[in-house]
């Protein structure tokens, strides 16, 4: 063999030969009856028992909801709701009462729950200026804020619709005839406190005009601070759904009767809107949602299902 | 004149018993059989003939022929040549294969494809042209596939938004699926997968015929695609919205707001799209595994970096990977379960159809895997079984060897 020869042989086996000649190794799976059979158990003794667990947890969680926009309009109103909820001189205060079905155990989570309430309407979504919440009145580009961007030629601080629709019912929780005192800090994800909504910004020339969308804003306190405006303007991604109140830091037994006082400030009326209150506690993976644990179950039971009707057919039929 | 349809009548008659039958004819007559009021029953004869040489033709008249076949039959036509006077005729045909060697480039310069011997004909196309085909008919389909699926889930969620036009996802992740997140493994798949390999694709010649009778790339596969398209983006949606309603989506009680719920879905389309393209192919190298699990990788890292990006920027995908998504179990436990679900559809109907209704390609792989690729009554069935309706010259040429 010449010199030539040997360097030709070589090359043959060269990665970049390999890959030039398209002779890389390679693994060539065939799915064969048994990896199908087998694959299909372990997703069912997976699912199913995932399935189970996360049912468990769904269940565990113990959650109240009381709508209250219809129930706390009171009965000369009921027929013009709008025109209620937009004069100022009706006291809008009003109680609900409910009992406790099973204990439950603290932290209980207070949330507020609207519905057909779209939040993530593409107008709404874009009317706010990131910079102005983190760095204040220096910042241009608030352009995105209209039509809530000045008023009287004076800026609005935060501007924009999501923040000038502020939700502003409030509520207060009485058991026993002792007021169950509700923890209103930390409710807005701590990325949002720090680094989105300045600590040296405060709100200024706030809901100042002839049309008010919602509450109003204490302008002493800085935005980092507004734990409201931060959960409200974290927008909600479908047209139901709820945001944080509070929480309630003691256990709640079971029977217990909570009675609510609240004010109904907010205009769901004008668009068919729902206001619901909600109170729940968590499991390890969260609120109360049958959904995951049951779908797991069903998908692992139909993969164990699938699994010994291909083995029959495969054992029934052979193949040639 | 009178000896075309001779010769004509002579082919008909005998064409029931398969009889094979060659064409000679020479440049002189050529030039006459060319002519308007003959060319077309010429062709006729030529047609039915299994061979047909013409000697001594200039390169006007092979390309005039070459143009006659194509135009007259309607089906690809490809020339092969090492000549100068082939240039016409690798030009006319639909493709063109030049021989690069003793005559010169002039052949190679013309050509769609240059080889260097003429037996190279052979890998060029059972080889090349079958797994070409196989590669260009797979990303087709891919393609739609991959963007239907991405696409319609923000479709869908359009009907939630009041069809105000709001994205479900930041729009860097919007611009970037097609850049980052799914274009490696297509890409991959393009340019090396091979569904048998080519020492097959030499034992098995009738593989080319997948090719030839459009098997890979008909309508009921492009439509099928699609429709797995629809119904993946159908799963993710509803499930990651059904699974992440108002309730508190993680044992902080805080609430799966519009970036939360996109990211889900997002992390739910990256995998799917990538683990669907798994378990399309059959051939994995080194690059195939990395381009895949390297993808899905990527975007964990892509959301991690971006996310770190000041909020102006990244607006509300800001730090929601490492504060929302990561510890919440609910997302782990939502991403595992739409990603199966979402596949097992498919990959049972790729079990049913390797097991009980294979096609050929997969026949062939069924052979290498039981390692009877060496038994030659076992391959001469496999071949039998899938003969499909050929013209006279094959099916006359292997009776005509198989009588010797």
């Known amino acids: 063999m010449t010199d030539t020869d040997r360097g030709t042989q070589r090359d043959r086996h060269s990665a970049f030969s390999l890959f030039t000649q398209q002779s890389l190794p390679a693994c060539k799976p065939v ?59 009706i006291p809008k205060n009003c109680s609900l009462s409910f009992k406790v079905p099973k204990y ?9 729950q609207l519905d057909n309430y779209y939040q993530n309407h593409r107008r709404y979504v874009k009317s706010r200026s990131d910079k102005q919440l983190l760095h204040g009145q220096n910042e241009h580009g608030i352009s995105s804020c209209q039509p809530v961007e000045v008023n009287n030629d004076r800026p609005i601080i935060p501007c924009g619709l999501i923040a000038w629709s502020l939700f502003n019912d409030t509520f207060t929780f009485i058991r026993n005839r002792a007021e169950l005192k509700v923890n209103r800090k930390n409710i807005a994800w701590k990325s949002d406190r720090g680094h989105k909504f300045g600590k040296n910004v405060y ?118 | 004149m009178e000896q075309i349809v001779s010769g004509k009548s002579q082919v008909s008659a005998l064409s029931a018993i398969s009889e094979a039958f060659a064409l000679i004819i020479d440049g002189k007559s050529l030039a006459y059989a060319l002519e308007d009021d003959m060319k077309n029953i010429f062709l006729e004869l030529a047609i039915g003939c299994a061979s047909v040489i013409c000697c001594r033709s200039s390169p006007k008249q092979k390309a005039l022929v070459t ?97 105000s036009a709001q994205p479900a996802y930041n729009d860097w992740y919007l611009t970037l699926f097609n850049v980052f997140f799914s274009s490696l493994p297509v890409i991959a798949m393009g340019v090396f997968d091979q569904d048998v390999s080519a020492r097959f694709c030499l034992k098995f010649p009738l593989l080319y015929q997948e090719g030839v009778q459009n098997v890979l790339f008909s309508w009921r596969r492009i439509v099928s695609w699609m429709f797995n ?9 509803f499930f990651c919205s059904r699974a992440l309603e108002q309730q508190a989506f993680n044992d902080e009680g805080k609430i799966a707001s519009k970036d939360i719920l996109g990211g889900t879905m997002y992390t739910c389309i990256v995998w799917v799209v990538n683990l669907q393209m798994a378990l399309s192919i059959s051939y994995f190298t080194l690059i195939q595994h990395i381009v895949i699990w390297g993808t899905i990788a990527f975007w964990y890292v892509f959301q991690l970096a971006y996310g ?62 039981e390692g009877l690729s060496d038994d030659p009554l076992y391959c001469e069935m496999v071949r039998q079984r899938s003969i499909r309706p050929t013209t006279v010259g094959f099916t006359a040429r292997r009776a005509a060897s198989r009588r010797q």
Not at chain 1, 53 to 74: Q, W
Not at chain 1, 104 to 112: C, H, L, S, V, W
Request: proline share 4%; hydrophobic share 45%; with cysteine.
């Open chain 1, 31 to 89: 799915l064969t009856p048994e990896w199908v059979i087998m694959t299909f158990l372990f997703i069912g003794f997976i699912f199913i028992p995932v399935g189970l667990v996360t049912l468990r947890a769904s269940h565990s969680v113990v959650e109240i909801v009381e709508r209250y926009d219809i129930g706390c309009v009171p009965e000369p109103f009921r027929i013009d709701k709008v025109s209620y909820i937009q004069d100022d001189s």
């Open chain 1, 104 to 112: 439950m155990k603290a932290p209980i989570y207070i949330y507020y």
């Open chain 1, 203 to 320: 709100p200024f020339n706030f809901q100042n005009g002839t049309l008010i969308g919602g509450g109003k804003l204490n302008p002493t306190i800085p935005l980092s601070d507004q734990e409201d405006l931060i959960v409200w303007m974290r927008t909600s991604a479908l047209p139901s759904f709820r945001k944080l109140y509070g929480r309630i830091e003691k256990d709640l037994d079971v029977d217990d009767v909570v009675v609510v006082h609240l004010m109904n400030n907010y205009n769901t009326y004008s668009f068919g809107g729902k206001k619901k209150l909600v109170l729940s506690t968590t499991s390890w993976l969260g609120g109360k949602n049958d959904f995951l644990g049951l779908a797991y179950v069903f998908i692992g039971s139909s993969s164990v299902t699938i699994a010994v009707v291909f083995t029959l057919l495969h054992l029934l039929s052979p193949r040639h």
């Open chain 2, 67 to 163: 143009r006659l076949v194509k135009l007259g039959t309607g089906k690809t036509t490809l020339a092969i040549g090492d000549g100068a006077n082939d240039v016409g005729m690798l030009q006319e045909a639909d493709i063109g294969i030049g021989i690069s060697g003793v005559e010169g480039m002039q052949a190679v310069m013309s050509s769609d494809v240059a080889i260097a011997q003429f037996r190279y004909l052979e890998r060029l196309l059972l080889v090349h042209g079958h797994w070409c085909y196989r590669r260009i008919s797979s990303m087709i389909c891919y393609f739609f596939y991959k963007n239907i699926a991405f696409g319609f889930t923000i479709f869908l969620y359009e009907a939630y938004t009041s069809f």
């Open chain 2, 229 to 237: 398209g629809f119904y993946s983006a159908i799963i993710i949606f």
């Open chain 2, 308 to 369: 770190a990006l000041p909020a102006s920027f990244s607006t509300d995908a800001y730090r929601v990977f490492v504060e929302a998504l990561a510890p919440a179990p609910s997302y782990w436990f939502i991403t595992l379960f739409v990603v199966i679900a979402t596949l097992t559809p498919y990959f049972l109907y790729s079990a049913i159809q390797m097991r009980f209704f294979p096609m050929y390609h997969e026949m062939i792989q069924w052979i290498r895997h």
